[in-house]
Nanobody
Framework: QLQLVESGGGLVQPGGSLRLSCAAS????????IGWFRRAPGKEREGVSC????????NLADSVKGRFTISRDDAKNTVYLQMNDLEPGDTDVYYC??????????????WGQGTQVTVSS
């Protein structure tokens, strides 16, 4: 019943854009900090961006600074990740996660299934 569902991934060309969505059900998303994470085969999970309960955002990866923007719409119980100027290195499965404890997504407790992002020409 407590679920996070990611959507919006797909195949895009380098320089393109995608907007990922993380929709919550079974709990109120506004009571959590929400982070976006990514992982490719053979690599460790990497934090991408985090948004606190109050709406403040934190970049978790230097490689996405200036390109990715996290936002939340508590009325829709949804968090977004706008990804611009995508690069092949952004190819990963992207996950959202809810953190009930910290403002910086350092203790994510609830995870979505992930959505695949592939950047290729």
């Amino acid at each position: 019943q407590l679920q996070l569902v990611e959507s919006g991934g797909g195949l895009v060309q380098p320089g393109g854009s995608l907007r990922l969505s993380c929709a919550a059900s079974g709990f109120t998303l506004g009571h959590y900090s929400i982070g976006w994470f990514r992982r490719a085969p053979g690599k460790e999970r990497e934090g991408v961006s985090c948004i606190s309960r109050s709406g403040g955002s934190t970049n978790l990866a230097d490689s996405v600074k200036g390109r990715f923007t996290i936002s939340r719409d508590d009325a829709k119980n949804t968090v977004y990740l706008q990804m611009n100027d995508l690069e092949p290195g952004d190819t990963d499965v992207y996950y959202c996660a809810a953190d009930p404890y910290t403002s910086y997504c350092r203790a994510p407790s609830y995870w979505g299934q992930g959505t695949q992002v592939t950047v290729s020409s």
